[in-house]
């Protein structure tokens, strides 16, 4: 499976963007795909994760509840975080992440994730 993420910039608070994720060698819907970001200084956190087989299955970190979203597109095998009223402590590296497995238990963590794409640098200004 290789993932490529794409997307990131610089945006001011309360503004919008989309994160893509395309996927290739595995279609996206038999797998369970996630985001984390890295901020500087600080360890890979877990953002968002979307589950195989059930795109009404989703899970959010609590800071990203109501502001972040994540969804697949099958036909075009990709899976987005669409980020709204963004905040500066949002600011981070952003990667997608793809996993065999459907656990929540080990979908926090970075370690249920063995495949992953880039990351993409996500700046929001003050």
Known sequence: VQLQAFG????????SLRLSCAASGRTTSTLTMGWFRQAAGKEREFVA??????????????????????????AKNTVYLQMNDLKPE???????????????????SANGYPYWGQGTLVTVSS
């Open 49 to 74: 994760t979307i589950f195989r087989w059930n795109d009404s299955r989703k899970y959010y970190q609590d800071s990203v509840k109501g502001r972040l979203t994540i969804s697949r597109d099958s």
């Open 90 to 108: 949002d600011t981070a590296v952003y990667f997608c992440a793809a996993s065999l497995t459907a656990i929540m238990s080990t979908l926090r």
């Open 8 to 15: 990131g910039g610089l945006v001011q608070a309360g503004g």
